[in-house]
C-alpha cells in the first residue's frame, strides 16, 4: 500500500513537498514516482527514481522540482518549489516492481491521490 501525502493550496511561486511511503515487509523497490492528472488531461508523469537514484523528470518540471527517495524508508519525496497554476493536478504516487521479502510482483502500484493546487 502506498500512503501519498503533503498536497495543498499554495500561492504560484510557492513550494510544496509530497511524501509517499511503501508499507509492509518490503525488500525492494525497482522504481518510485509520481504522475499527475489535471482535469480534462492525461496522466502524466512528473518525475521518477530508480532504486539506483537515477531520476527522469517532465520537460515541465525540470529546475523546479526534485524527486528523492529513502530507500530504508520505502519514501520517495517531491519538493515541488516555484510552483505555477498549470501544476494544479491530482498528483499520484508510483511504484513499480516491488518484493515483499523473496516474492516480487511486477507491475505498478498506486497511491490515492493528494490534490495540488497553485493559485495565480
Known amino acids: 500500500q502506498l500512503q501519498a501525502s503533503g498536497g495543498g493550496l499554495v500561492q504560484a511561486g510557492g513550494s510544496l513537498r509530497l511524501s509517499c511511503a511503501a508499507s509492509g515487509s518490503i525488500y525492494s523497490i525497482n522504481s518510485m514516482g509520481w504522475y499527475r492528472q489535471a482535469p480534462g488531461k492525461q496522466r502524466e508523469l512528473v518525475a521518477a527514481i530508480t532504486s539506483r537514484r537515477r531520476v527522469n523528470y517532465a520537460d515541465s518540471v525540470k529546475g523546479r522540482f526534485t524527486i528523492s527517495r529513502d530507500n530504508a524508508k520505502n519514501t520517495v519525496y517531491l519538493q515541488m518549489n516555484s510552483l505555477k497554476p498549470e501544476d494544479t493536478a491530482v498528483y499520484y504516487c508510483?511504484?513499480?516492481?516491488?518484493?515483499?521479502?523473496?516474492?516480487?510482483?511486477?507491475?505498478?502500484?498506486w497511491g490515492q491521490g493528494t490534490q495540488v493546487t497553485v493559485s495565480s
Open positions: 508510483n511504484a513499480e516492481d516491488i518484493c515483499y521479502g523473496s516474492v516480487c510482483t511486477n507491475g505498478d502500484f
